[in-house]
């Protein structure tokens, strides 16, 4: 039996990124489950959206979220209200 690679992780940095680009020493386990969270929390929040990927990246006190959806009038809405409805959530 040959020993296993895990996909993914064999191939970030070449052919794929990064899903969370941020660093922090101390509160590393709170950012991490707070990403989590997010995942999970837009995820169930635009399940029609069709959502490919959702990367997460930090920078000192802001936060920018990028979601890729094959149907991004879902998550956008009329006039950009879907987009204010989730920031308000």
Same mark, same amino acid.
């Not at 296993?4 to 709170?30: A, C, M």
């Not at 929040?45 to 009038?73: C, M, Q, Y």
């Given at each position: 039996? +040959? *020993? /296993?690679?895990?996909?993914? +992780?064999?191939?970030? !940095?070449?052919?794929?990124?990064? =899903?969370? /680009?941020?660093?922090?020493?101390?509160?590393? &386990? *709170?950012?991490?489950?707070?990403? #989590?969270?997010?995942?999970?929390? #837009?995820? /169930?929040?635009?399940? =029609?959206?069709? %959502?490919s990927?959702?990367? %997460?990246?930090? @920078? @000192?006190?802001?936060?920018? %979220? =990028? %979601?890729?959806?094959? &149907?991004? +009038?879902i998550?956008? !809405?009329?006039? !950009? @209200? !879907?987009?204010? @409805? #989730?920031?308000?959530k």
């Amino acid at each position: 039996m +040959g *020993q /296993k690679t895990h996909p993914i +992780g064999f191939r970030l !940095g070449i052919v794929r990124t990064w =899903n969370s /680009k941020w660093f922090e020493d101390q509160r590393y &386990r *709170q950012w991490l489950h707070e990403d #989590l969270r997010l995942r999970r929390f #837009l995820k /169930k929040e635009l399940l =029609n959206a069709s %959502i490919s990927e959702i990367t %997460i990246e930090r @920078a @000192a006190n802001k936060v920018k %979220i =990028n %979601i890729f959806s094959a &149907r991004p +009038g879902i998550v956008i !809405g009329k006039r !950009g @209200a !879907g987009v204010e @409805a #989730l920031k308000r959530k």
